[in-house]
């Protein structure tokens, strides 16, 4: 599964993205999909993820009501829509895809997620 993730840029505080995550090479309907950010100097740390079936949702806290994850199956993409900007969610966001047989998988841990894309570059102004 190769992940190719877009949608970045900069943002005034306040403001919306959404990201996008596209899979190739495989469909990702049997696989969770994950968000992960890096900010620098920090560690990389969970955002949201989305099951394979169910769509079941998980959101760290920092981000809950104000950023929706969602698939669209058919286009074999994942997306991610943040609202209401601050300049603490400024980062590089990575998307990330876990094989599970588990149906409402939606860990928050880096490292069961098998398959990465390159990262898009957030940047929120004050």
């Known amino acids: 599964v190769q992940l190719q993730a877009s949608g970045g840029g900069l943002m005034q505080a306040g403001g919306s993205l959404r990201l996008s995550c596209a899979a190739s090479?495989?469909?990702?309907?049997?696989?969770?999909v994950g968000w992960f950010r890096q900010a620098p100097g920090e560690e990389r740390e969970f955002v949201a993820a989305?099951?394979?079936?169910?769509?079941?949702?998980n959101y760290a806290d920092s981000v809950k009501g104000r950023f929706t994850i969602s698939r669209d199956s058919t286009k074999n993409t994942v997306y991610l829509q943040m609202n209401s900007l601050k300049p603490e969610d400024t980062a590089v966001y990575y998307c990330?895809?876990?094989?599970?047989?588990?149906?409402?998988?939606?860990?928050?841990?880096?490292?069961?997620?098998?398959?990465w894309g390159q990262g898009t570059l957030v940047t929120v102004s004050s």
């Open positions: 990330a895809a876990h094989y599970s047989a588990q149906y409402d998988y939606t860990g928050r841990s880096s490292d069961e997620y098998q398959y």
């Open positions: 090479g495989r469909t990702v309907s049997r696989f969770a």
């Open positions: 989305i099951a394979w079936s169910l769509y079941t949702t």
